[in-house]
């Protein structure tokens, strides 16, 4: 009987205070992603973990956790931060940098949130990619009792973005004094682009709201398509096939219209329809430049 008591006392202490603390599973604190060649298919290169089936991956990972970004295939590819931007080491070609081959980086996420990138040398339909930065969480059960209300919520976190350093040009990114790269356009980059997936014609038409702060500057629209799509050889992963450069004047949209070339045009008319990659790099009078990049299938 006395032993049935001194079992029961820390037990109605833990009920009397309302709550019992469950640890949450920590997330990893390393991952790594790497360029495949083949992804699913022949000659769809992605971001993908190292796996024996390579496949287009998202990746989770603890805040202060370090992503491995490994290229050693024949397929360039850079990184275009998409709002929030890690810190990530001289060796990761972060875009305006140009796509590369043979190289290996590692990027280091602070703060919990979801951190997206693209990397538009790719196959189109994989060029966008996340990684989630779990925040820790503390799960709570209740008693009923020794609390008004009567339940606790199961868990708390917080959700924060961290800044981009350096020249990194991603949307939401820090440029010169750590001014915001967002600040170039009205709105975010999803809001203020105005880009149809999906069009008819030989020249791809959207437009962009920017801001006073990219008054003076220049927008720049360039169309990619890979080799393959042009049944060409001796040319990289992807090939310019329009470009067109405006001035920005002042605040307000700007509309943009580019047009395809001879090669990419013919190759529309034999294959009906054509995947491209469209890249917008918004350059202000000073400060660093923004780059955006989407994909556009383009119908005869």
Known sequence: MRLRR?????????LGSGVVVIPAVAASSEAKL??????NLPNWPCWTVPAPNPKPASVKIAPGGVVTFVDKTSVAANIAWSGAAP???????VSPMA??????????????????????????????????????????????????????????????????T???TSAGGQGEAGKPLGSLLAGGASSALTLGGAQHGQSVHGSIDVSQAAAGGRLEVELLARK???????????????????????AGRATFAVALDAKARRALRLRRRLALGVKLVLSPAHGSALTITRSVLLRD
């Open 87 to 93: 810190t990530c080491s001289p060796s990761v070609p």
């Open 228 to 250: 393959a799509s042009l049944a060409s050889a001796g040319h990289p992963a992807q090939v310019q096939v329009g470009h067109v450069v405006r001035s920005l004047t002042g």
């Open 34 to 39: 790497e360029v495949a060649e083949n992804c």
């Open 166 to 168: 350096g020249s990194s």
């Open 6 to 14: 001194l079992l029961l006392f820390p037990l109605v202490g833990l």
């Open 99 to 164: 796509a590369k081959t043979g190289w290996e980086g590692t990027c280091k996420f602070e703060a919990a949130g979801t951190y997206k990138f693209e990397s538009s040398s790719l196959w189109f339909e994989y060029t966008k990619y996340e990684i989630v930065v779990e925040a820790a969480t503390t799960g709570t059960t209740t008693t009923g009792t020794g609390t008004e209300g009567g339940s606790t919520p199961a868990g708390t976190g917080t959700s924060t973005t961290s800044s981009g």
